[in-house]
């Protein structure tokens, strides 16, 4: 049973470029949600995407936008990058149903230059 | 007040003994709770949810809830060096919903052998 996958695991950029960020959910899940966790704090809620549609949206600029595709996978964008958007990028999947908990994947670390 | 505050930490117990975790919420809505173990450098690992007012036990873990006070611990019984990690409390947003948690900073926790 695969568990949610993200891609790439490191990266770097430099201030003003664009960034996407991909995830694949858990087997069997449906939904998924993007979390950035800067260093020493806990994980901000950022978007939410189910039937490929954005559901919920946390305090993000229109600078971070997203997508999902048919087969549940997503993605993440960022444009117009700035210093601060260095940090861990987290997708975690769950199913569109009741009490369902969210899995995390492994995350991908950007680092703006 | 801010949406959930964990005591900060770090918490340094030796081991064999138990270490106690606590979180206080501001959304009088939310109704079900999630802690996630984070090693460092990795993603958050779901340990336990709780709906319901009361303790739920787990193998070496036990989560206590309180609705009426706004509060939730995490007891972890013998604890283990394994068990060195930051533990993070999430209540989900109000109105049912799991897919946007509101995480804390997180309680950094040490078990000394």
């Known amino acids: 049973d695969a568990g949610v996958t993200q891609s790439p695991t490191h990266l770097i950029k430099t201030r003003g470029q664009q960034v996407t960020l991909r995830c694949s959910p858990k087997?069997?899940?449906?939904?998924v949600s993007w979390y950035q966790q800067a260093l020493g704090q806990g994980p901000q809620f950022i978007f939410q995407y189910y039937e490929e549609e954005e559901r919920q949206r946390g305090n993000f600029p229109d600078r971070f936008s997203g997508h999902q595709f048919p087969n549940y996978s997503s993605e993440l964008n960022v444009n117009a990058l700035l210093l601060g958007d260095s940090a861990l990028y987290l997708c975690a999947s769950s199913l569109a149903r009741g009490r369902e908990t969210q899995y995390f994947g492994p995350g991908t670390r950007l680092l703006v230059l | 007040q801010k949406e959930v505050e964990q005591n900060s930490g770090p918490l340094s117990v030796p081991e064999g003994a138990i270490a106690s975790l606590n979180c206080t919420y501001s959304d009088r809505g939310s109704q079900s709770f999630f802690w996630y173990r984070q090693y460092s450098g990795k993603s958050p690992e779901l340990i336990m949810f709780?709906?319901?007012?009361g303790d739920k036990e787990d193998g070496r873990f036990t989560a206590q809830l309180n609705k009426a006070s706004q509060y939730v611990s995490l007891l972890i019984r013998d604890s283990q060096p394994s068990d060195s990690a930051t533990y993070l409390c999430a209540p989900p947003a109000s109105g049912g919903s799991n897919y946007k948690l509101t995480f804390g900073k997180g309680t950094l926790l040490t078990v000394n052998p």
């Open positions: 709780i709906y319901s007012n």
């Open positions: 087997s069997g899940h449906d939904t």
